[in-house]
């Protein structure tokens, strides 16, 4: 529980002081509930342009829409971050794993299960006390922000922000756009924040804050240390229970076992792909597997590289954070910021690199399966079927429609697809482009609310880059599917998959998306029992059936699901043996 409550620490914070939802027009409805609140299921009719505006976040104050999809639900990558690491590297549920990549016997097995068990129990001890004692640290800053009477004074900031505005408009006799009440809302934060800030200088309380956030630089670096030491040890003892031939696995395992552990750390889209996965997903033979075994050894050595620089810098990055924290140095929170988002895209750009390579030694039809199995790994979002598309394999298989039905439902499938392919290729690429930018402003902003900057929660939280051309794209494949029931009986249509396109991909789920690739790895075992169609999206009744198993026990729910699973598939490339050598590894950032 300590660790939890470690983890939300920065989000309570943000609740508390924004404790005053930001104010609407006169007359509108609040739009700052997320998306999902909206019955799930429901069928939405085209509507105008500020209605759709109004759905995506346009009415709140600088919030992204206030939902878990906007600014501040983006932020929560910094939590997770933070609690990763308290993970430990290695769990006894790996045993299994272990067993199968170094083939060990039976007696082996339950030496390395009582090394795994000893060091699981050691991890846990000390990272329950190292993140006791942060969240101690964290509950005083709290108590330094939130001192007097600062919660009375976001309150007020958030009743005066009402008047204003009615009174902006009433003057003006026009209602505010939504960029315009963001920009006022930013505004006015601002200058709250700096008052708030000189008095906190001028009181103490500042000097306060940057002893706390000392102490807890320091405690973040002795806890990196010992960690290390764990996780080393641990390794050191599994090796030394090998045979010869075990040993000279070694070096392969220890990639294997990076990947498996800091691949799905990833931020960014296509960042935690695993090629040996995709490979495995998309049927290929093992014949046309080997045709690619040259590249896949390059691959392998690449993405280790990359995945093991990613991680030995946010492993030490968190306490040159809380330095820069503590010293107000904005400048190296900003390359500290660019340098980890560099090393992240680093690990994309092998991905999408070898993603190219290796569908080029394929057969084109074997090829073109991989690379849409690599796309929807990497960019669930873009790439996983929409629901037009399951629209029309249904309606394709169904019985009794006739040669003349079945034709035109083709041929307006092929047209359909010919949009979707461009459409999502757009997407792709502007998410791309998009998502380095974000993650680098949003980690300032996160680091800065430790240094009193409220502000910077809400200075930029623009909704999601992706949500309105997916929104659009959604538009697209409504109209056709509308035509495919042109074609269809009434009873032929009610076996169609239900709801609209307009949801596909959109971020409006409580973890930022509900696509279970997306999101953070303990909850995907949870998703994966409520996805019930197996499509990897949490959608309608799924919702309410994951929902139920989150809720405590004493809540009346089914009680919580246990952490992610091992992920699947490329596992048999740790059983290959390898030429260069590999660091320990680093249970250390993602």
Known sequence: MNKILFAVAPIAFVCIASAQTPPTSPGSSSTNAPTAAKTDGQDRQSQSGTDRQNRQGGRGFGMGGGGMGGGIGRSLGAVTEMREQFQAFIVKRDVPLIKEQLKLDDGQTTVVETFVTDYEAAFTDASDKASTAQQDLMRSMFQSFMGGNMRERYQSFGENMQKDIEQIEKDSGTEMSPEARSQYFRDQMDKMSQ???????????????????????????????????????????????????????????????????????GRLSGENVNLFAVLDEAGLSKEQI??????????????????????????????????????????????????????????????????????????????????????????????????????????????????????????????????????????????????????????????????????????????????????????????????????????????????????????????????IANMPEENRAMAKAADKDGNGIIEGDERREMFRAMRPADAGGNGGGNGGGQGGGGRQRGNQGGNQGAAAPTNTGG
Do not use: C, H
């Not at 509308?482 to 973890?511: M, V």
């Open 290 to 515: 080997t045709s690619a075994a040259g590249i896949l050894d390059e691959y392998e050595l690449r993405l280790d590289e990359a995945l093991k620089k990613r991680s030995e810098f946010l492993g030490q990055n968190e306490g040159k954070v809380m330095t820069a924290i503590q010293n107000s140095d904005a400048k190296s929170l900003e390359e500290l910021a660019s340098k980890g988002v560099d090393l992240r895209n680093a690990v994309r750009n092998v991905n999408e690199q070898y993603r190219t390579a290796i569908a080029g030694v394929l057969p084109p039809e074997e090829a073109k399966r991989f690379t849409q199995a690599a796309l929807a790994s990497g960019f669930a979002r873009v790439y996983r079927p929409t629901r037009a598309e399951r629209a029309f394999e249904k309606a394709l298989s169904l019985e009794g429609l006739s040669s003349e039905t079945l034709t035109a439902i083709s041929e307006m499938q092929i047209a359909m697809m010919v949009e979707l392919v461009g459409m999502n290729e757009k997407i792709a690429q502007t998410i791309r482009k998009a998502e380095p930018v974000q993650l680098k402003e949003e980690a300032v902003r996160s680091a800065g609310l430790l240094n009193g900057g409220a502000s910077r929660m809400f200075g930029r939280n623009d909704p999601d880059v992706a949500d309105e051309m997916l929104s659009k794209r959604g538009d697209m494949t409504d109209k056709y599917v509308e035509r495919l029931k042109a074609l269809l009986t009434a009873e032929q249509i009610a076996l169609l998959p239900k709801g609209t396109g307009r949801d596909d991909g959109r971020n409006q789920g409580p973890f930022g998306s509900w696509t």
């Open 195 to 265: 008052q708030i800030a000189a008095e906190r200088e001028t009181s103490g309380e500042a000097a306060q804050t940057r002893k706390i956030v000392g102490d807890m630089t320091l405690l973040a670096e002795k806890w990196r240390k010992e960690r290390g030491v764990l996780d080393r040890q641990v390794m050191d003892e599994i090796k030394s229970s090998l045979k010869a031939d075990q040993a000279a696995k070694w070096e392969s395992f220890e990639r294997f076992m990076r990947r498996e552990k800091l691949l799905s750390r």
